[in-house]
């Protein structure tokens, strides 16, 4: 398995360190800043002995090394500052997605695609309308990242390690995601009869504010270990072939009474990408917030339209 990954700031260059020294591919790491890419490439590949993998690293400023790829990683773009929405990022981000999308057409055209540029179902949309992929190549990492917030939150709440709990969370990546509490358990235990609803509902709004309370310390940059950890979750899946599901962000056809828009629904990951997309029976409330949420993505990606021309 060999995947590139499309940008060295902090979340590119966490994803790689994640994928090498875990064992799960050989690793391009391209950034346009010179230098950047391959500095974090060779202290990366001079820690292997240290973290006992053979598994290659490079770097450059060059799409040519991207070649021969199976997963496309897009983590470029501008982070997020304090008080600024997903949404805001959408002038500078869609922009340049779209310019790293071309050259990755021209050089690993049949290289499944993750992208984790925010605002990031609107950006999965932009590479899949660049790239004339087909849905089961082209996904955002999103749920599994909103996912793993939910479980170390309820975590934390209960007393209990984050692995233990079961949960998934759907919708946007932003305001509008869709935790699930009805079908949130702790060993099989419903979390409703662990924790009282106001407690849930915390945690509910806590979730949807995961990336924008770590901006809130930060300052400067926002959250990198987490997506790097979500993103090496997805490769394994597909390196592995395990059929996993993952809440991952795709372009729906039908699903969930939805259709064009790209939106965080249950899938299972494979060798072949998004293998399946499940579909779960949703209350009338939750079926109302996973549509609100489509809403929303489809007027942002009519707003970038506008922008673009």
Known sequence: MKVTVVGAGNVGATCAQR??????ADV????????????KALDLAQAAPLARHARTIEGGVSYEGAQGSDVVVITAGVARKPGMSRDDLLKINGGIVTEVCENLKAVAPEAMVIMVSNPLDVTTHLAAQVLQAPRERVMGMAGALDTARYQTFIAWEVGCAPYEIEAMVLGGHGDSMVPLPRLTAVNGVPLN?????????????????GGAEIVGYLKTGSAFYAPAAAVADMVAAIACDQH????????????YGLRDVFLGVP??????????????Y???????????????VARTVAEWEKLAG
Not at 268 to 278: A, F, H, W
Not at 282 to 296: D, G, I, P
């Open 19 to 24: 994928l090498v020294e875990g064992n799960l």
């Open 28 to 39: 391009y790491l391209v950034d346009v800043v010179e230098g950047l890419a391959q500095g």
């Open 244 to 255: 996993r599901i993952i809440p991952c962000s795709v372009r729906l056809e039908g699903e």
């Open 267 to 280: 899938c299972r990951l494979g060798s072949g990408g998004v293998e399946e997309i499940v579909e779960i």
């Open 193 to 209: 009869e662990l924790l009282p609803p106001e407690r849930i509902e915390a945690i509910v709004e806590r979730t949807r504010q």
């Open 282 to 296: 949703l209350t009338e409330e939750e079926s109302a917030a996973v549509h609100a949420a489509a809403e929303h």
